[in-house]
């Protein structure tokens, strides 16, 4: 066997036992791990602003196995939801929560994780009132459009966009999955 064809075949025999190894400890170690926190951060966040539920439900994709929405139960019927969403901002996704009251209301808007420009983008924690503009907004049936609707973030038309973006998508989601009985 020629010298590089050895070469060859050592390269990618630690190249796909590395990959398999990596595989296996994201799957089996760290995976549940991060699932167990993010679902520890849900319920937190939904103790907060679904507050009175007797249950909260995790309803998740059956293909993928991620969670699609959360429900807040009280006596067996939804009387909340969150569901997760995200939108593209300046630097990277802005990802979202929505909270509604059952009939698809907006209680409050909270800003999970982004990378937006310190000074600019990051206004969308530092301002509250811009995600204030779209509680009491029906995502059943309102529209959210920037210098419409909702107010852009001066300076930061990037990330506006992707918050606005975001709830657009949660109210796509709500129409198509959870209004009218959905649950799907």
Do not use: W
């Amino acid at each position: 066997m020629p010298k590089s064809l050895k070469l060859i075949v050592v390269l990618t025999t630690i190249c796909v036992i590395s990959a398999a190894s990596l595989s296996y400890v994201y799957n089996n170690i760290a995976g549940p791990i991060i699932d167990e926190r993010a679902k520890e951060a849900a319920l937190k966040i939904l103790n907060e602003n679904l507050a009175g539920a007797d249950d909260y439900k995790f309803i998740k994709d059956e293909s993928t196995g991620k969670t699609k929405y959360y429900a807040a139960v009280k006596n067996g019927k939804a009387f909340g939801y969150a569901i997760p969403t995200s939108g593209a901002g300046f630097a990277d996704a802005i990802k979202l929560m929505v909270v509604t009251d059952g009939a698809g209301v907006i209680s409050k808007v909270i800003v999970l994780g982004h990378v937006e420009t310190p000074g600019y983008g990051d206004k969308i924690d530092t301002q509250p009132e811009f995600l204030q503009q779209f509680v009491n907004m029906s995502l059943a049936k309102d529209e959210f459009v920037i210098n419409k609707t909702i107010d852009k973030i001066a300076g930061a038309t990037y990330t506006s966009k992707g918050a606005v973006k975001g709830v657009e998508k949660a109210s796509i989601f709500y129409k198509d999955n959870i209004a009218n009985g959905g649950n799907k």
